[in-house]
């Protein structure tokens, strides 16, 4: 079944305690990407990927890393959470370049004390 | 920095009614403009999107249009269905699956039965 996955689906830390969020696709996409999603913001994208070793800023990258190192997988790397990282973070992959459709990945609900 | 407004945040419509939801884009180099739907609980799904070589969009019940000049697009629903009730996002990129995207606020969409 072609789909984005997500892990943890919840997670629950403390300020300063460096954290991962894995996604991975098997849809063999080029384009991936992290949003968070904050009640009246909408969704604000992080970081987005093109291709493998390839990644660049969205509109809300401070205080996140990502890596792509093979095509199927795009973490997130939080290596100092804090409180106003707490938010509901999406996934995404796409087909790539003029293919538009993105699929988003189930949801982490992170929450940083 | 560019940005997306979308308009109205709420909206109750009785069934069977229309819906129309509004976007305003800042980037002039935006051609690509998706719609998402997000069920509560559930990660965004995309149900329409148009690329600036065209003027309108159709797919059933749901349209979208795209006035480059005015720099805005809308989303239109038709005889509007319990099940349409969601909160949908517009976005807008310079390219599909090569560039960052930047999406609206949302809109809480009620259809009153």
């Known amino acids: 079944e072609a789909q984005v996955t997500q892990n943890p689906r919840y997670l629950i830390t403390v300020t300063g305690k460096k954290l991962t969020v894995t996604c991975s696709q098997n849809?063999?996409?080029?384009?991936m990407s992290w949003y968070r999603q904050d009640p009246g913001l909408g969704l604000r994208q992080i970081y987005y990927?093109?291709?493998?070793?390839?990644?660049d800023k969205g509109d809300v990258p401070e205080g996140y890393k990502v890596s792509r190192k093979e095509k199927r997988n795009f973490p997130l790397i939080l290596e100092s959470p804090s409180p106003n990282q707490t938010s509901l973070y999406f996934c995404?992959?796409?087909?790539?370049?003029?293919?538009?459709?993105?699929?988003f990945g189930p949801g982490t609900r992170l929450t940083v004390t | 920095g560019e940005n997306v407004e979308q308009h109205p945040s709420t909206l109750s419509v009785q069934e069977g009614d229309s819906a129309v939801i509004k976007c305003t884009y800042s980037?002039?180099?935006?051609?690509?403009f998706p719609w998402y739907k997000q069920e509560l609980g559930k990660r965004p799904q995309l149900i329409i999107d148009?690329?600036?070589?065209?003027g309108e969009k159709k797919d059933q019940r749901i349209a979208v249009t795209l006035n480059k000049t005015a720099k805005h697009f809308s989303l239109h629903i038709t005889e509007t269905q319990p099940e349409d009730s969601a909160v949908y996002f517009c976005?807008?990129?310079?390219?599909?699956?090569?560039?960052?995207?930047?999406f609206g606020t949302g809109t809480r969409l009620k259809v009153l039965a």
């Open positions: 995404a992959s796409s087909p790539g370049t003029g293919k538009g459709e993105q699929y």
């Open positions: 849809m063999n996409h080029e384009y």
């Open positions: 990927s093109m291709n493998v070793e390839v990644t």
């Open positions: 980037d002039s180099a935006s051609n690509y």
């Open positions: 148009i690329r600036s070589n065209v």
């Open positions: 976005a807008a990129s310079r390219g599909s699956g090569t560039y960052k995207y930047i």
